[in-house]
């Protein structure tokens, strides 16, 4: 059954008519009993939700607008309502702290302010890719209860002289009068360092850009921000951060959990505690490992075995490691 996160988010959308979200919401559902192998309730599922049961759309609330490029009239943020939950994440203890304190300070942000102390508005995500960095702000908005909104970078950084830092002050305009939780997933893309040689005058104005907004952001924002290469960032930029998390590859222990999180409801012929099973994915970033059990997955059931063999993972890892081979 789908947890009460997600619950509680059906049945908000459904109170306030935001059918889209109730869409999105359903379809995560959906797919998480595909994931148990409960296929007929998922079918089901579906049934009700794209067939005979339209729902209404004449109480969708409006949407404020989102800001646009105006080169090429494009939206500059991507905003989704989140449905992935806290118990969806593994992280290090030490992130995981982390993570809550973020959630704690801005659950009670009302009592801080009480002491004059302001929750923490600006964080910093760093580690390889893959180790749930994206998974993590998810997981934050959907926690806090705040719509997702996702920088598109490729709207974001414009070939024209000056466009850049104009998209990034209607991007802190916009999230300065709206609450939500803002991630600047690849930030190294606009924080990269000044000094940088092969850099031109032009990006070295973004950063000085970028540096100037994050001073001045006092909105009701969470501002979130994610890179896969901290070293080449403007050692200006952590500064302004309130706080900045690493995201490593998983360890022995976080391998087993992200196993146990993945195969919940797949029966099995080994032990997720097994060393020759963990063995398979050191090395593995979460993202990694969720590719190659999804193929392993899908190999049984098109098979029709009725359990998940070790083997199945080992060729599943084979055919992975084969692709990332091929792509450089």
């Not at 919401?25 to 192998?37: A, D, G, L, N, Y």
């Not at 609450?179 to 032009?202: N, Q, T, W, Y």
């Not at 907004?213 to 050692?235: C, F, P, R, V």
């Not at 360890?251 to 963990?278: A, N």
Request: with cysteine; charged share 30%; glycine share 6%.
């Amino acid at each position: 059954m789908a947890n009460g996160k997600v619950l509680r988010q059906l049945i908000k959308a459904g109170a306030t008519g935001d059918v889209a979200a109730f869409r999105r919401v359903s379809e995560v559902i959906i797919e998480e009993e595909r994931q148990k192998q409960h296929h007929l309730l998922a079918n089901d599922l579906e049934h009700i939700l794209y067939g005979d049961h339209a729902i209404q759309t004449s109480r969708v609330p409006a949407a404020p607008p989102v800001p646009v490029d105006k080169e090429r009239g494009l939206p500059l943020l991507d905003i989704r309502q989140p449905s992935r939950s806290l118990d969806e994440i593994v992280l290090p203890e030490s992130s995981s702290d982390a993570v809550e304190e973020i959630l704690e300070e801005n659950r009670r942000a009302d009592v801080l302010r009480t002491y004059g102390m302001k929750a923490i508005s600006k964080v910093i995500f760093f580690g390889p890719p893959g180790c749930g960095k994206t998974l993590a702000a998810e997981v934050v908005a959907c926690e806090l209860d705040m719509p997702l909104a996702i920088v598109r970078l490729d709207t974001l950084v414009s070939s024209y002289l000056g466009e850049t830092a104009a998209n990034l002050r209607q991007i802190f305009d916009f999230i300065s009068q709206y609450p939500m939780v803002v991630l600047f997933d690849e930030f190294d893309a606009i924080g990269k360092e000044r000094g940088d040689s092969g850099d031109h005058g032009e990006l070295r104005r973004v950063v000085n850009a970028v540096l100037q907004m994050m001073d001045a952001y006092q909105g009701k924002s969470l501002i979130l921000a994610a890179t896969n290469h901290e070293h080449i960032l403007d050692s200006a930029i952590w500064r302004r951060f309130d706080d900045a998390i690493e995201f490593p590859l998983p360890d022995k222990h976080q391998l087993s959990e992200l196993m146990k999180l993945k195969l919940r409801g797949i029966r099995r012929q080994f032990e997720l505690e097994d060393d020759e099973v963990l063995s398979l994915f050191i090395g593995k970033s979460g993202a990694d490992l969720e590719r190659i059990v999804r193929r392993a997955i899908k190999r049984m059931i098109l098979r029709s075995q009725e359990f998940l063999t070790l083997k199945d993972l080992k060729n599943a890892l084979l055919r992975e490691n084969i692709n990332k081979t091929r792509q450089g």
